[in-house]
């Protein structure tokens, strides 16, 4: 492992894994490579919170800075809930959802797995219905524990993505081929 692919792994086990964006970047990873490559401040993430950027000013050896407010604020861990009287099952929010925390299908109501929620309110402007409100989560603070969970189902959401596109492009490509032998 090279010395940079070695700090990079040590940020990103600094950073919550609410995969929330509010960084700047579309993953906590991509925000641990631009913080390797001096490309990022270290107070850029908000589920971190100001432990989050001690540690990230001790691992980089940077200066404490307070969260910069483009970024947003500290507050309270949330989640999101779902009112089911509502929801109209568009699948909006579950395409939305970077850890797959929320169930359903098309024109079905949707529920959230608050166990999952990692908070990061992505599904909150895609609902066309504003049946999505957050809350307060149980714990303060986005636990660690949480964060090893969150990385994993980030991932496999992720690979999946890149699944379903693959298929999908296969499917396309053999259903052009039939159609061009019927052509033919």
């Known amino acids: 492992m090279s010395v940079k692919t ?3 792994y040590k940020i990103d086990q600094v950073l919550p894994q609410t995969q929330c964006t509010k960084c700047g970047y ?3 990873m991509d925000y641990a ?3 390797a490559d001096e490309k990022a401040d270290i107070n850029q993430c908000p589920p971190g919170g100001d432990e989050g950027i001690s540690q990230l000013s001790r691992l980089l050896d940077r200066p404490v800075k307070p969260l910069n407010p483009l970024n947003g604020k500290i507050t309270h861990a949330k989640i999101a809930v779902i009112d089911e009287d ?3 099952g568009c699948t909006l929010c579950i395409k939305a959802c970077p850890v797959d925390a929320i169930l ?5 109501m ?4 608050e166990d999952e929620c990692t908070g990061c309110d992505l599904c ?5 219905v504003d049946c999505i409100s957050m809350i307060d989560a149980s714990y303060t603070k986005w636990p660690k524990e949480k964060a090893i969970i969150s990385r994993e189902r980030f991932n496999k959401h992720k690979e999946r993505k890149i699944r379903d596109a693959k ?7 053999n259903a052009s081929k039939v159609l061009y032998n019927k052509k033919a």
């Open 6 to 8: 070695g700090l990079i």
């Open 124 to 128: 909150i402007p895609v609902c066309p």
């Open 167 to 173: 298929e999908r492009e296969e499917r396309l490509k």
């Open 26 to 28: 579309p993953s906590c």
């Open 86 to 88: 509502i929801c109209i």
């Open 104 to 108: 359903g299908s098309n024109k079905m």
């Open 33 to 35: 490579v631009a913080l």
């Open 110 to 113: 949707h529920t959230v797995i």
